[in-house]
């Protein structure tokens, strides 16, 4: 059943911050990826209880496919106009688009992860499943450490 609460609230907020996204320019992008990087953290932490209850890496299929999904987007989630000059409110630093190689070698190792973590569902090795969960979640620290205010 968490399951699949976890998937209708990710699908709803997926799309609404996509349809945002579309119709208002820049501010949509920066709404939706703040939906987006907000629903990473469901999923993670989805991941996480599970990995914790002792839980089947398989039980968690969907929550890894939408986070290497998720993982593979993030560059396009930030072009050139949805940094601070949008007028929106963001948490991401100017160092996003002045260091853009670092952010993008930042954001693929991220992606590689996110798929191993996709790959490791598929299977029955729990202690590898939850050694690349922190895998995971140490490229996404690398990340915000370098890119994300507060």
Not at 29 to 55: E, Y
Not at 75 to 100: C, L
């Amino acid at each position: 059943m968490r399951k699949w609460i976890t998937a209708a609230v990710v699908g709803l907020l997926c799309v609404g911050g996509a349809a945002n996204a579309q119709g208002d320019g820049p501010a949509g992008i920066i709404q939706g990826r703040q939906a987006a990087m907000m629903l990473s953290g469901v999923a993670m932490g989805s991941i996480k209880a599970s990995i914790d209850a002792g839980q089947a890496p398989a039980t968690q299929r969907f929550n890894t496919r939408a986070l290497a999904r998720w993982a593979h987007a993030v560059p396009g989630m930030f072009p050139a106009d949805s940094g601070p000059e949008a007028g929106v409110p963001t948490h991401a630093k100017a160092e996003v688009w002045s260091d853009r190689a670092g952010f993008d070698a930042r954001a693929a190792d991220y992606a590689a992860a996110a798929d191993r973590l996709a790959e490791l569902a598929a299977g029955e090795d729990a202690a590898a499943f939850s050694a690349q969960w922190t895998v995971v979640r140490q490229s996404c620290n690398a990340c915000h450490t370098a890119y994300k205010a507060d």
